[in-house]
């Protein structure tokens, strides 16, 4: 899906420019010629970023991102004519995640935001990957099967692993025997079948024995989980 960008500066003929090169790269573009225009801008439309000049008329560069930093986060380039270090810094300090010195160059530009969005978004529109998961001191490896503590590997059989990797990663939610076995060795569970129960004291025995401390807790007459 298209990224929105909202250009807020009071040179049209810069605003112009930028929105045109960003438009060539597939992205949406929206325009306002200082702060207040911007602030209605947002409350129309969806925004992703903001590119935005320091020196406008109304509502400055500076007010605006004080304004938005009240209660949004999103990536937010500050442009401007203004090349000194305290100049750079204000805008920083001020709530902005870059500063480009005016005149610059277009495709500076638009790597720049490019590196934003990307840091501001990837991990949040990317689907959790639950493939490896920290618990306390004990790192669980679900793609190499392995239970790591420090650089210590706890050298478990497939079974313990499949346990351990179920109840981690449904820490404080309780699994009873039955829902393990099916689990884990997907058969249909029996009631006199204590294989769950034995997996569970050995895979205990070896995790006390590597941490120093109970990882899997009993909950008695229910089942098992880990915290």
Same mark, same amino acid.
């Given at each position: 899906?298209?990224?929105? =960008?909202?250009?807020? !500066? ?12 960003? %438009? ?18 947002? +409350?129309?439309?969806?925004? !992703?970023?903001? @590119? ?16 938005? /930093? ?14 000194? !270090?305290?100049?750079? $810094?204000?805008? $920083?300090?001020? #709530?902005?995640? !870059? ?5 610059? *160059? ?5 790597? /720049? ?16 990957? *639950?493939?490896?998961? +920290?618990? #306390? ?10 239970? =790591?503590? #420090?650089?210590?590997? $706890? ?42 129960? @034995?997996? =569970? ?12 401390? %109970? ?5 008695? #007459? @229910?089942?098992?989980? @880990?915290?």
């Amino acid at each position: 899906m298209s990224k929105h =960008i909202l250009i807020v !500066d009071d040179d049209h003929e810069i605003a112009h420019l930028v929105s045109i090169s960003l %438009k060539n790269e597939g992205f949406t573009t929206m325009t306002a010629s200082n702060g207040l225009e911007a602030l209605k801008q947002m +409350e129309k439309h969806h925004t !992703d970023l903001i @590119v935005l000049d320091v020196m406008m008329p109304e509502m400055n560069g500076l007010e605006f991102c004080q304004t938005v /930093r009240q209660s949004q986060d999103l990536p937010i380039l500050m442009i401007s004519a203004k090349s000194e !270090d305290m100049d750079k $810094i204000t805008g $920083i300090m001020t #709530g902005a995640d !870059d500063y480009l010195i005016k005149p610059f *160059n277009t495709l500076e530009l638009i790597v /720049r935001i490019k590196a934003l969005l990307r840091r501001a978004y990837y991990y949040r529109d990317t689907p959790k990957d *639950n493939t490896l998961l +920290e618990l #306390g001191e004990l790192t669980i490896n679900k793609k190499k099967y392995q239970a =790591i503590v #420090g650089e210590l590997e $706890i050298k478990l059989t497939s079974k313990e692993f499949e346990i351990l990797y179920l109840l981690a990663s449904n820490t404080g939610q309780v699994f009873d025997s039955e829902t393990i076995f099916q689990h884990v060795w997907k058969e249909k569970y029996y009631d006199s079948n204590n294989t769950v129960m @034995v997996h =569970i004291s050995n895979l205990r025995d070896k995790l006390e024995k590597a941490l120093g401390y %109970k990882v899997i807790q009993t909950v008695w #007459g @229910v089942g098992y989980k @880990v915290e």
